[in-house]
């Protein structure tokens, strides 16, 4: 019965929370939809009210110096987004996110309400969107979502030492939106990779900002996923959004740093490893990369996919292009029956390989790594330690593939956002 009467209660004040951030919205467009002469007078009648408040002086027939109306406006603007940004801040809070997601909640909501602000005021007589007001506006919701940020880092400090809490409330295999994830520490995922490169048959998969996405329309994917022997967060959104919710991941575990890691181990404890990805040479190159760095490492083989090797092209009618190229491919693998099997050729491509042709190929464990195998090639580098612990290593993988990587990051994986809001009740 209290669980139902809090249930209740917090339902409540959810739907309250969003009445005084509606009206500012309101507020903000009726201020915007007013002609430009209009808007002007209301401006004037404001700065002279606050002129004759600041220096006692009352301007001359109601004028004040221009630079002084100028800076009121852009005062008002600032204002106004700030008690944007302040009750956005309170809407994010009372549906449980902290940190930094409530942070990038209250940008994106400002920036995005502030642009279309500015938009709206092109088709209203005698204005115009403006640039600077766009820019004052957002650096007032940054100003306001920063205090957030801050305060609530501060109070959450002395909660979590009061109460103990801040580390992962579980180890094991927990919810996280439509998926299960391995919530476990890096040293224990590669002891388990390096358990089932024993024996059996296994497959891993690495959780991004991108398989997320891809997951909630592609129901062959979320499948794959479903029967996964371990399933590790690739990516600091992941870790921002369990620790927004009050319930925080062990560490990040990449598949660029899984593979690595785990030549490390095959080389000491002498399991083989097959690497299958890649542009033509790309295998090859990081094999001899790999040998050279950890000595006794028993590469298997390799083998790079042709051009066109792409098994999602077909999907509709399960018919599989290129076919023959598929065959060379398990063909390769199962005359090196290596324990460990690498597989790069980039989400979901990759996974769908293994669980189509799992049956067919002589392995223990396979890993979907991406584009680990470019990185142990040396064709691309790695960013610095620093920018991947900060959650900024895609921003760097932009540069160095911008063409192809634009849409991916500043489009599709934004709207991890959006489903991190929709699953928020799953994952606290």
Same mark, same amino acid.
């Given at each position: 019965?209290?669980?139902?009467?809090?249930?209740?209660?917090?339902?409540?004040?959810?739907?309250?929370?969003?009445?005084?951030?509606?009206?500012?919205?309101?507020?903000?467009?009726?201020?915007?939809?007013?002609?430009?002469?209009?808007?002007?007078?209301?401006?004037?009648? $404001?700065?002279?009210?606050?002129?004759?408040?600041?220096?006692?002086?009352?301007?001359?027939?109601?004028?004040?110096?221009? $630079?002084?109306?100028?800076?009121?406006?852009?005062?008002?603007? @600032?204002?106004?987004?700030?008690?944007?940004?302040?009750?956005?801040? $309170?809407?994010?809070?009372?549906?449980?996110?902290?940190?930094?997601?409530?942070?990038?909640?209250?940008?994106?909501?400002?920036?995005?309400?502030?642009?279309?602000?500015?938009?709206?005021?092109?088709?209203?007589?005698?204005?115009?969107?403006?640039?600077?007001?766009?820019?004052?506006?957002?650096?007032?919701?940054?100003?306001?979502?920063?205090?957030?940020?801050?305060?609530?880092?501060?109070?959450?400090?002395?909660?979590?030492?009061?109460?103990?809490?801040?580390?992962?409330?579980?180890?094991?295999?927990?919810?996280?939106?439509?998926?299960?994830?391995?919530?476990?520490?890096?040293?224990?995922?590669?002891?388990?990779?390096?358990?089932?490169?024993?024996?059996?048959?296994?497959?891993?998969?690495?959780?991004?900002?991108?398989?997320?996405?891809?997951?909630?329309?592609?129901?062959?994917?979320?499948?794959?996923?479903?029967?996964?022997?371990?399933?590790?967060?690739?990516? @600091?959104?992941?870790?921002?959004?369990?620790?927004?919710?009050?319930?925080?991941?062990?560490?990040?575990?990449?598949?660029?740093?899984?593979?690595?890691?785990?030549?490390?181990?095959?080389?000491?404890?002498?399991?083989?490893?097959?690497?299958?990805?890649?542009?033509?040479?790309?295998?090859?190159?990081?094999?001899?990369?790999?040998?050279?760095?950890?000595?006794?490492?028993?590469?298997?083989?390799?083998?790079?996919?042709?051009?066109?090797?792409?098994?999602?092209?077909?999907?509709?009618?399960?018919?599989?292009?290129?076919?023959?190229?598929?065959?060379?491919?398990?063909?390769?693998?199962?005359?090196?029956?290596?324990?460990?099997?690498?597989?790069?050729?980039?989400?979901?491509?990759?996974?769908?390989?293994?669980?189509?042709?799992?049956?067919?190929?002589?392995?223990?464990?396979?890993?979907?790594?991406?584009?680990?195998?470019?990185?142990?090639?040396?064709?691309?580098?790695?960013?610095?330690?620093?920018?991947?612990?900060?959650?900024?290593?895609?921003?760097?993988?932009?540069?160095?593939?911008?063409?192809?990587?634009?849409?991916?990051?500043?489009?599709?994986?934004?709207?991890?956002?959006?489903?991190?809001?929709?699953?928020?009740?799953?994952?606290?």
């Amino acid at each position: 019965m209290k669980d139902e009467i809090k249930k209740k209660t917090s339902k409540t004040g959810r739907l309250i929370a969003w009445i005084p951030f509606a009206a500012v919205i309101i507020l903000v467009f009726v201020f915007s939809s007013q002609p430009g002469a209009r808007s002007k007078a209301t401006s004037m009648l $404001i700065s002279s009210k606050v002129y004759l408040l600041s220096t006692g002086d009352s301007a001359s027939n109601g004028r004040v110096p221009e $630079i002084f109306d100028y800076w009121t406006r852009v005062v008002l603007h @600032m204002f106004e987004y700030a008690a944007l940004s302040f009750f956005t801040g $309170i809407v994010v809070s009372v549906n449980g996110f902290r940190g930094k997601l409530r942070f990038l909640y209250m940008f994106f909501a400002g920036a995005f309400i502030a642009f279309a602000d500015e938009f709206f005021q092109i088709f209203v007589y005698d204005r115009y969107g403006d640039i600077g007001d766009f820019t004052a506006d957002c650096v007032s919701v940054i100003m306001m979502a920063a205090v957030f940020y801050i305060c609530g880092g501060w109070l959450d400090k002395k909660r979590k030492k009061k109460d103990g809490t801040g580390k992962s409330k579980q180890e094991g295999r927990r919810p996280f939106m439509n998926f299960v994830i391995d919530d476990i520490s890096f040293d224990t995922a590669i002891d388990r990779i390096m358990e089932m490169a024993g024996e059996g048959k296994h497959y891993i998969v690495t959780p991004n900002a991108d398989h997320i996405v891809k997951l909630q329309k592609d129901e062959q994917f979320l499948k794959i996923y479903e029967k996964a022997d371990l399933v590790t967060a690739d990516g @600091m959104p992941l870790l921002w959004i369990a620790d927004s919710l009050g319930n925080p991941l062990t560490e990040k575990i990449s598949g660029a740093d899984i593979m690595p890691a785990v030549c490390e181990r095959a080389a000491k404890e002498k399991k083989s490893v097959f690497l299958l990805g890649g542009r033509e040479g790309v295998a090859d190159k990081a094999a001899a990369n790999l040998k050279k760095k950890y000595k006794g490492l028993i590469i298997a083989g390799t083998y790079a996919p042709p051009m066109g090797f792409d098994e999602e092209l077909c999907e509709e009618d399960e018919v599989e292009p290129e076919e023959s190229d598929v065959e060379k491919a398990v063909r390769a693998v199962n005359k090196a029956s290596p324990d460990i099997l690498v597989v790069c050729m980039g989400a979901p491509k990759q996974e769908k390989f293994i669980a189509r042709h799992m049956d067919e190929m002589n392995f223990h464990v396979a890993l979907p790594v991406g584009a680990a195998i470019d990185f142990a090639a040396g064709e691309y580098k790695r960013a610095p330690l620093w920018m991947r612990n900060a959650g900024l290593e895609w921003f760097y993988r932009f540069f160095q593939e911008p063409g192809r990587l634009f849409k991916r990051y500043f489009i599709d994986d934004m709207k991890i956002f959006i489903l991190a809001w929709k699953y928020k009740d799953v994952m606290r």
